[in-house]
């Protein structure tokens, strides 16, 4: 694999239900982050990782969880999914936090919560 | 709040020259960032200003100043596959990166 990989591409979920969104990346990027884009807004923050073994909330946190035991993989999981997380997620990586360095996007997911 | 503003839509004729403009009110600045995104697909990484001025990338050229919390992104040579919509986005005093809602570009032939 080449750059950052998420699964599923999309996935019809019934509310209530739980649903672990998966990354992985193979740039050894110490950064990773998910992030949600609805109709009309920009891309919203939901979780960050800044390096293996921390992550830190975004600007829309609740009802989601990360995790980040190594490098590469950053999942995404919504406990108990509502309608209103009904979404395009993507999770993206970048080689550092500062400076120039920009941020690589996954093909993200289409999640549907009925 | 943290506020960035860019036009929903713009159209522009094959060939010509179209200028995307953002502002932005961010509790801080480190950086400013222009993506592409083509429909159905993910960003991608098209130009990155800290300082003042214009940063020139092929077709593609940005513009920032800092004073005025503005930036705008200049296409030339308009070509169909430039069709796309153009997010803007700034990196904040925690640097975390603050989108913009983007700017859905339709060329016409």
């Known amino acids: 694999i080449a750059g950052i990989t998420q699964a599923p591409t999309s996935q019809i979920l019934a509310a209530g239900r739980r649903m672990t969104l998966r990354c992985t990346q193979d740039?050894?990027?110490?950064?990773m982050y998910w992030y949600r884009q609805d109709l009309g807004l920009g891309l919203r923050l939901i979780h960050y990782?800044?390096?293996?073994?921390?992550?830190g909330k975004g600007e829309v946190p609740d009802g989601y969880s990360v995790s980040r035991a190594n490098t590469d993989d950053f999942p995404l999981t919504l406990a108990s999914a509502v309608p209103s997380q009904t979404s395009v997620y993507f999770c993206?990586?970048?080689?550092?936090?500062?400076?120039?360095?920009?941020?690589?996007f996954g093909p993200g997911t289409r999640l549907t919560v009925l | 709040g943290q506020n960035i503003d860019q036009p929903t839509e713009m159209t522009a004729t094959e060939g010509a020259i179209v200028q995307i403009n953002c502002t932005y009110q961010t509790s801080g600045f480190n950086g400013l960032f222009w993506y592409q995104q083509h429909a159905g697909e993910a960003p991608t990484f098209l130009s990155y200003n800290v300082l003042d001025g214009l940063e020139e990338k092929g077709r593609f050229s940005s513009f920032l100043s800092r004073s005025k919390g503005y930036s705008y992104l200049l296409l030339k040579e308009l070509q169909m596959k430039d069709s796309a919509s153009y997010l803007c986005?700034?990196?904040?005093?925690?640097?975390?990166?603050?989108w913009g809602a983007g700017t859905k570009l339709i060329i016409k032939p």
């Open positions: 986005a700034v990196r904040d005093s925690n640097y975390q990166l603050i």
């Open positions: 993206a990586s970048s080689d550092g936090t500062s400076g120039s360095f920009e941020q690589f």
């Open positions: 990782s800044n390096t293996a073994g921390t992550t």
């Open positions: 740039m050894r990027h110490n950064a």
